[in-house]
């Protein structure tokens, strides 16, 4: 059936929240797309109705992987009630804190610390914080300039 959902059951037959956290799963879904031979052996349960099809009419399969990753790109941002994964779209902020680690660590993994990772969010909070008292400041003014007017 076409539900758009990811069969979970073949991978956690019994989920264990001790053991599996949000990483196992997407590790999960991430080996799915780096399959050599997609659903070849049969061993991959994730989709059936998908390997039938990959095997059988791969323009048709590739056609439907195209037509869900438009609906998921609709969608990102639609989050389930209750849910404790929620997707928002990037900040302003997260930006400047990629672009200032980038500068600090040169991408290099082995530099990053945690204390140099927190000393970069602080700076970056700090920042954001100037900035709305900047901002604070602009929006009083222009308030009592106008009402020097009424």
Aim: glycine letters at 2%; one cysteine or more.
């Amino acid at each position: 059936p076409e539900t758009g959902e990811l069969d979970l059951m073949t991978a956690y037959p019994r989920w264990d929240p001790h053991r599996h956290y949000l990483v196992t799963v997407l590790t999960y879904l991430k080996k799915i797309f780096y399959l050599k031979a997609p659903f070849a052996d049969g061993t991959v349960k994730a989709n059936l109705s998908a390997a039938q099809l990959a095997r059988s009419d791969p323009k048709a399969y590739r056609k439907n992987i195209e037509s869900c990753v438009r609906e998921s790109q609709r969608s990102v941002y639609v989050n389930d009630p209750g849910c404790t994964v929620v997707f928002r779209e990037e900040n302003v902020v997260h930006q400047a804190l990629r672009d200032m680690m980038a500068e600090e660590f040169k991408w290099d993994a082995l530099a990053v610390e945690r204390e140099k990772v927190l000393d970069c969010v602080k700076v970056i909070n700090d920042a954001q914080i100037s900035q709305n008292l900047v901002d604070s400041e602009k929006d009083n003014a222009k308030v009592e300039g106008t009402e020097k007017w009424m």
